[in-house]
Nanobody
Framework: QWQLVESGGGSVQPGGSLSLSCAAS????????LGWFYRAPGLGREALSC????????YYKNSVKGRFTISRDDAKNMVYLQMNNLKPEDTGVYYC?????????????????WGQGTQVTVSS
């Protein structure tokens, strides 16, 4: 059974950092395009970043450019999201997802497997 499990969420003060991890099981990620999405309270799911099997990255949300970094470790079957200089507006549930396309897309319809999400709260 294919599964994605996020971890690393939590509560942090503004300006702090968190490192999210996403562990894949039931399939290998080496040929997969993977993405991170987030859902702010009361809003819909929004694309944050994507990484192809070749390691090409795309950041969809302007406010995270320069602060968030997506990466992958195919040997560990893991994808990561390093989040620095966190802001209160980064609060939400963060999801990793596997795309059925071999290129990056910010459209959630391009992703067919999702993790359960991990909560990130940025507050003083």
């Amino acid at each position: 059974q294919w599964q994605l499990v996020e971890s690393g969420g939590g509560s942090v003060q503004p300006g702090g950092s968190l490192s999210l991890s996403c562990a894949a099981s039931g399939f290998t990620i080496d040929l997969q395009t993977l993405g991170w999405f987030y859902r702010a309270p009361g809003l819909g799911r929004e694309a944050l970043s994507c990484i192809t099997s070749d390691g090409d990255t795309t950041y969809y949300k302007n406010s995270v450019k320069g602060r968030f970094t997506i990466s992958r470790d195919d040997a560990k079957n893991m994808v990561y999201l390093q989040m620095n200089n966190l802001k209160p507006e980064d609060t939400g549930v963060y999801y990793c997802a596997r795309s059925w396309k071999n290129y990056c897309s910010g459209d959630s319809d391009a992703y067919n497997y999702w993790g359960q999400g991990t909560q990130v709260t940025v507050s003083s």
